[in-house]
């Protein structure tokens, strides 16, 4: 696994750089806090980030997050800060990990796989969620043009759900694509 640390203290980083070697990862570079991020994700392509910031500041988060932009990478917080503020703020942005002075080389590699874990975790609920949203939003979908259709052709509601699942199983198309052509096709109508 690739590591990147982004460190305020370069002693720190010297712990986070043992734990890293420890673990048996690669570790691709080490950047003070105020490098470029962007440049440094590019080139190294990590799989994991560790943060190490007495209190991490949202603007530090912030470009932290703008410079992963579409492609998350799990990150881990090393922090001296157990405000709740910053805390919040940490996990709002994503930290899969928030350690309060707990820096130690041989904690980091369980910090490593905590985060990793959490990290694809938190993915998989975002996944379900997407789909459970989609299903929903073709679910209305299918009820609007079952009503378009009982309407239109003085259709029952079961002789209107058949028909949106037969002109789906014809066209080989999810029935809520079908419904959104249906519905579609009524208001280019009206």
Do not use: C, W
């Amino acid at each position: 696994m690739r590591v990147l640390v982004i460190a305020e203290s370069a002693d720190r980083a010297e712990i986070l750089k043992s734990g890293v070697q420890l673990a048996g990862h690669e570790l691709t570079e080490v950047l003070p806090l105020d490098s470029a991020l962007s440049p440094a994700l590019e080139r190294g392509k990590p799989d994991v980030l560790l943060l190490e910031a007495r209190a991490p500041s949202v603007d530090l988060l912030d470009r932290l997050l703008d410079a992963m932009g579409s492609s998350a990478v799990p990150f881990a917080v090393f922090a001296g800060d157990a405000s709740t503020q910053v805390i919040e703020n940490s996990v709002r942005a994503g930290a899969a990990a928030y350690v309060v002075d707990g820096l130690e080389a041989t904690r980091v590699p369980a910090i490593l796989q905590v985060a990793l874990a959490r990290f694809d975790y938190i993915a998989g609920l975002r996944s379900e969620l997407g789909l459970a949203q989609q299903k929903l939003a073709e679910r209305k979908f299918v009820e609007r043009a079952k009503g378009l259709l009982m309407k239109a052709r003085n259709l029952s509601e079961d002789e209107a759900y058949h028909t949106l699942r037969r002109m789906a199983m014809e066209r080989n198309r999810r029935m809520g694509d079908v419904a959104k052509s249906v519905i579609e096709m009524a208001e280019l109508l009206n």
